[in-house]
């Protein structure tokens, strides 16, 4: 996960007796008056929920409060008289609202102390980045005195794990990339490590260019199935359907769940192009690696097909790059797209489409290239050629396919649909052209 | 609201005396093990909470439970003895699981009766779509004694409001389809009637190109104010100030929070660029608009930085295109970097971010171009050029700048914040022309 030589925070979990734990109940106290005024909607606790569900752990209340000591002490202490595990989210910043380490340390009535390893570690965040130091970021190292920080590679706020009379509690920092590495990480394994033997694990399947509606049609069997679940999660332009057992080890539950992954793959085929974290992107990459590379040219999309490709850590093994074409003039002038084809059918056609894969294949000397042309709106649109109204090209080393497609929503849907239909192309066309 | 000819229950709320609930306190409880187990991310609570907010109403706590009669009571009895107003979210279908109705009617201490008036609503909804009736739905004719149903005319679930000694609970659907119109309908307009005229309305100043601890450092005395409050929430790669203010009326309360905006501007210049949903983006677009034209060249940020600016509607009068850099054959055959700069400096150098940048605003006549340049890792960093070294450069009329930063973070945050920063380069640069 990136650089962690100037992590040295420790990443060692104090010391628990996991038996006092085996059947353990949970509890999440979400911090921050924009979770309570809506600004902010909260999607780190349910991401916790899911993954305290999948480590068998209860979890029966949660709990969301404002930027106020004296509440969140209250919520703090009602957590901790009905549950073993409190995990709070948020409130770990250096300013003066971020309140948790407070509401915690007063919680379980201890102080809080400078850590002074803590202190220096962030002194050097700040050196490193040529930042000032700023006396309010003192807060930020400070410590209940029954605590640990736990290592935070992506921000300033560190995590912390206390433990008094017999509880647990963990506060996590709020922003999404702050949070979601701690929580896979040390959390969950800290976690694990005491929840005792029943655990519930599910395995994600991942199914692009077909329907929701239709996926349920073919698996319908099997929806009904209890042990393991199946239950289909509709995304953009694509299915995740969620197999899910509950054993005594992940590994006698990861044997009820193969062959039913097995099943969706034999009715599927192709369409259940991946699993878990697996992105269709890297999915697609993958199958590219040592065989093809790749370039693009973008129009509606505007370089979204690019940040997605590019997204994936070694897409430079296979993408070359490729042209953000957003007007006409650059379409002709850079990529060198035929004026007439312009002139003759517009730039919202399959002809440009067309082209536009075709040059970019050719003088990028790329084995594939992708091109995506379309309205995105919310102007531009007109009664022949509406708002939505996208094209999607793929040259190739057999030839060249063009899709036209009409998507529904906003701007931001049609640009995601056009991407995720343009990556749905390939895929489709380099299984075809393996078998 | 949709169709409402078919609505037989009555709308009329049950009176209330308005002066008794002048300072009202309001407490959000979600019900569903689905909330719990993060199978559904609750986006009913936060507009819930936006609206409360919008009306007055102060709302210091949110509950989340399952679907457990027991802890639904207990928790239900917890926000009755702190606040004025419960709003409970969920629970009103007809099966087994829903026991919002039995909770509420526990928690206050009342029977559950059958409303004929409502059952024969009911019977009559499933006669109109040809459906025989089922028994449990008899559940959801059932009101406790001291309450009434508020009319759903997109479900069959009624929603309720109940009144017992002062306090008033009201209860609605789960589905966002029925939630947001009885939400936003005769639920807004009740609370509206008893809220009296108090009111919170905030605004939200945008600040970038200036970390959280500093911005906090400059407006110290401005964070302890109390109407308005000014609150800071830190982005990625920027700050939100939330100022807020509670007065009579919304114009009343603008006329409070327009001099602390004022201040924080005259302290914060051009780092504080815009207001409420204006994007760093956006604000950059509108300035150039009509004046200059824009290009990118990125290698890193793999077409971030260009999907970010096409997701601005409109962008097209200001945006030309660009080059997605990726190899550093595309470097030098597409964009026309002088090979020696690569072999000499490498494709992370700020000789590569200047050429790059000079390349894409000559090659594409316009009068800026941004580029990016970077390691995002994980892998590929070096002691020499660790992960999260990014050149950013711009080309404009008066020469050409580039910058070079160390981010922190994974591959998402080093390609996030190199995009940020680059948008916040020519926000600065702009903003000298024009001075």
Redesign the interface.
């Known amino acids: 996960?990136?650089?962690t030589s100037s992590v040295r925070t420790e990443t060692r979990m104090p010391d628990l007796n996991p038996t006092t734990m085996i059947c353990m109940r949970a509890e999440i106290v979400s911090v921050g008056?924009?979770?309570?005024?809506?600004?902010?909607?909260?999607?780190n606790?349910?991401?916790?929920?899911?993954?305290l569900?999948e480590l068998g752990v209860q979890?029966?209340?949660?709990?969301?409060?404002?930027?106020?000591l004296e509440?969140l002490v209250d919520?703090l202490r009602?957590a901790l008289s009905r549950s073993d595990m409190v995990i709070t989210i948020g409130g770990l910043?250096?300013?003066?609202?971020d309140i948790t380490r407070d509401g915690v340390a007063g919680a379980l009535g201890v102080e809080l102390v400078t850590n002074d390893r803590l202190q220096i570690h962030l002194q050097e965040?700040f050196a490193?980045?040529r930042?000032s130091w700023?006396e309010?970021?003192n807060r930020q190292a400070m410590v209940p005195t029954c605590g640990e920080p736990i290592d935070n590679?992506?921000?300033t706020a560190p995590g912390l794990v206390c433990r008094k009379d017999g509880k647990l509690v963990f506060c996590l920092p709020g922003?999404k990339?702050e949070f979601v590495?701690m929580a896979r990480g040390p959390v969950r394994e800290e976690i694990l490590r005491l929840a005792g033997t029943r655990v519930f694990h599910s395995r994600v399947v991942r199914v692009c260019g077909i329907g929701e509606a239709k996926v349920e049609d073919l698996l319908k069997d099997m929806m009904s199935s209890e042990n393991p679940t199946v239950?289909p999660?509709a995304k953009l332009a694509e299915v995740h359907l969620r197999v899910t057992s509950s054993a005594e080890s992940i590994h006698a539950a990861e044997a009820k769940i193969a062959p039913v992954v097995s099943e969706i793959q034999n009715r599927l085929g192709w369409h259940a192009y991946g699993f878990d974290e697996d992105s269709l992107e890297k999915v697609v990459l993958d199958r590219m690696r040592g065989k093809y590379s790749l370039a693009?040219a973008?129009s509606?999309?505007?370089?979204?097909?690019?940040?997605r490709?590019?997204?994936v850590?070694?897409?430079?093994d296979v993408?070359?790059?490729?042209?953000?074409?957003?007007?006409n003039?650059?379409k002709t002038q850079?990529l060198g797209v035929d004026r007439a084809v312009l002139e003759t059918h517009g730039a919202v056609s399959e002809e440009c489409a067309r082209a536009m894969a075709e040059r970019a294949r050719s003088?990028?000397?790329a084995d594939f290239a992708l091109s995506i042309t379309g309205i995105?709106?919310?102007?531009g649109g007109s009664e022949d050629k509406p708002v939505g109204l996208v094209y999607i090209g793929l040259a190739g080393p057999t030839g060249t396919t063009v899709e036209e497609h009409r998507f529904r929503g906003g701007?931001?849907a049609v640009?995601g649909r056009s991407v995720q239909n343009a990556l749905v192309l390939l895929l489709r066309t380099l299984v075809k052209g393996d078998q």
Chains 1, 2 share one sequence.
């Open positions: 996960m990136g650089d008056t924009e979770l309570l005024l809506g600004q902010i909607v909260d999607t606790a349910p991401m916790m929920g899911q993954m569900a979890h029966t209340h949660r709990q969301t409060v404002g930027d106020n509440r919520a009602l910043g250096p300013t003066m609202d965040i490193s980045r930042l700023v309010s970021q590679p992506h921000g922003p990339n590495p239950a999660y693009v973008e509606c999309s505007g370089g979204g097909l690019g940040a490709i590019t997204g850590p070694g897409s430079s993408f070359a790059g490729g042209w953000i074409t957003y007007s003039e650059f850079e003088q990028s000397g995105a709106g919310p102007g701007r931001d640009q």
